[in-house]
């Protein structure tokens, strides 16, 4: 709650009467200064207590123009609220729009007479559900301001499909990546039919059957799986002790790893990490001369960023929401509910998910000494099975593999 | 709804009148001061019934301040008093409205 102009004037004024009051012993100065004061405060009262019934009786209805979108497509918003607002009051609404998302037009419109209706548009950047945060009431009157974030108010929520289902042309010979196939025999390659999404290739819509069902349908094509694979290099702490010897065989594995993969023409993508930390990443390298330039620079990183028995929003999300039906559990899932809408991913997280996601791997190996905290592994085999790409742990016979086990990988190896 | 600068001048001429008032007859220095707010701001003291409950809690902060006022020779008790009374109030305003940020924000 914020003093406008007028309480602020009232404020000086009051504080001007009290001390002539003060010093010159004046009982009707103090009754003035005191008597502003206290009109201050009744208001003051009065204000939080509209702001606490208008918030009481709010109701927002949005209504989305699609409920699965493409990513970078437009999505319109139209939102209306109403509530109860006492008339002396202004009153500005604006929708708190989900995290990660860039809004075209103004999200927010005046509604002093209890009720307002606004669109906007909204293009998603990222890929899964997202729903919004509720909307930020802001309140004013004669002699207040303040805003209110409700958070209650989060429906519906809508997701955000990748731009490109398919990924580019490769040779097949080597299963390089999943092609749309468009061969001059295109019934024998349709996959499946669904409804038509907005940033879909309008080139796939079946008109015939489109016709028959008055909506658009496009068909989606079979394509080959490939057989990439992702070889990822977790770094030891150059500020902290590690087994130079488990080391050295983790690096043999790898380089052995790389090279199998590379004499059976299969492409391979080498990511470095450094626990929470994304070292340097090379995407399908086909020159054998700087994968080995790469594995001969295997050694300690300093790490800048550290992780502590992190769990990803997704995994809490799960956690939460698999409680039995008790009280505590309500209360629970209800306290963590809108914390975990607000929290945002790590920068390891996000940049895992734009590797995963424009890489299209099948398979990833994971080369770790497991030697400090494990949460960027788990993360990593998280990110994995939401991409259905197989995660292989490989570790040295030091670090304990059973527990890591447990942590969501494909399978575990011991070197 | 934004005030005008007149209405602060006439604010400022009816404190001076509640001062001078005062020095005649406290009693009146206390109507003259209730009435006061009521005729400078009265659209905020509508409608009806929320202007009456706002009247009538400025009222008893009125009459908290008189007790204080009467109850002593000098104005420095009394003062002291309605300062500590008043700083207690914002302090009161100030938990109530973190705790209506909190229940409607989803704050832990």
Redesign the interface.
């Known amino acids: 709650?914020e003093l406008l102009?007028?309480s602020r004037?009232?404020v000086l004024?009051a504080a001007v009467?009290?001390l002539?009051?003060?010093f010159f012993?004046?009982?009707?100065?103090?009754?003035?200064g005191?008597?502003?004061?206290?009109?201050l405060?009744?208001?003051?009262?009065?204000f939080?207590s509209a702001?606490?019934s208008a918030?009481g009786s709010l109701s927002v209805e949005r209504k989305l123009s699609h409920r699965f979108i493409r990513q970078g497509s437009a999505l319109t918003v139209t939102t209306s609220v109403r509530l109860l607002l006492?008339?002396?009051f202004?009153l500005t609404v604006s929708d708190r729009i989900p995290a990660g998302l860039s809004a075209g037009g103004h999200p927010h419109a005046p509604a002093d007479d209890g009720s307002c209706t606004f669109s906007y548009s909204l293009t998603p950047l990222t890929i899964g559900e997202h729903s919004f945060m509720?909307v930020t009431l802001s309140f004013s009157?004669?002699?207040f301001s303040?805003s209110?974030?409700?958070?209650?108010v989060t429906a519906p929520t809508f997701t955000v499909l990748p731009s490109a289902d398919y990924a580019l042309k490769g040779a097949d010979t080597y299963g390089e990546s999943e092609g749309p196939a468009l061969t001059p025999v295109m019934s024998q390659s349709v996959r499946s039919f669904r409804e038509y999404v907005p940033g879909d290739d309008i080139r796939s819509i079946d008109w015939k059957l489109s016709a028959r069902h008055d909506s658009l349908w496009v068909r989606e094509y079979m394509g080959r799986s490939e057989d990439a694979s992702l070889v990822i290099i977790d770094l030891p702490d150059a500020g902290a002790p590690f087994h130079p010897e488990a080391f050295a065989r983790l690096k043999n594995a790898a380089a052995g790893s790389v090279a199998a993969r590379f004499s059976s023409q299969r492409p391979v993508s080498i990511l470095l990490i450094s626990g929470p930390n994304l070292v340097s990443f090379l995407p399908r390298e086909s020159d054998p001369l700087r994968l080995m330039a790469m594995m001969d620079r295997l050694t300690p990183a300093t790490r800048l960023h550290h992780l502590s028995r992190y769990y990803s929003t997704a995994s809490l999300r799960k956690r939460y929401h698999d409680l039995d039906d008790t009280p505590f559990s309500a209360t629970l899932a209800g306290?963590t509910?809108?914390?975990l809408s607000r929290r945002p991913p790590t920068a390891f997280e996000s940049g895992l998910a734009r590797i995963f996601h424009g890489l299209r791997a099948g398979s990833a190996h994971l080369f770790t000494l497991a030697a400090q905290d494990r949460s960027h592994l788990r993360l990593i085999a998280e990110r994995g099975a939401m991409g259905s790409m197989s995660v292989h742990l490989h570790v040295p016979r030091e670090c304990d593999g059973p527990l890591l086990r447990r942590c969501g990988f494909s399978s575990v190896e011991v070197i | 709804m934004k005030p005008s600068g007149r209405t602060f001048v006439l604010l400022c001429a009816g404190e001076a009148a509640v001062v001078l008032a005062g020095m005649a007859s406290l009693p009146a220095a206390f109507l003259l001061q209730f009435l006061l707010p009521l005729l400078l701001f009265r659209e905020s003291f509508t409608p009806f019934w929320t202007g009456v409950i706002s009247a009538g809690g400025y009222a008893a902060g009125l009459a908290v301040i008189g007790i204080a006022v009467l109850s002593s020779r000098h104005t420095t008790l009394p003062l002291l008093f309605i300062s500590a009374f008043v700083v207690l109030l914002a302090v009161v305003l100030l938990l109530g409205e973190a705790r209506l940020k909190r229940r409607y924000g989803g704050v832990t």
């Open positions: 709650m102009r007028c004037s009232l004024l009467l009290g002539y009051a003060f012993d004046e009982p009707s100065a103090a009754v003035a005191a008597g502003i004061a206290v009109f405060i009744a208001r003051a009262a009065f939080l702001m606490q918030a006492p008339k002396t202004s509720g009157d004669l002699f303040g209110l974030a409700v958070a209650g306290v509910g809108p914390f």
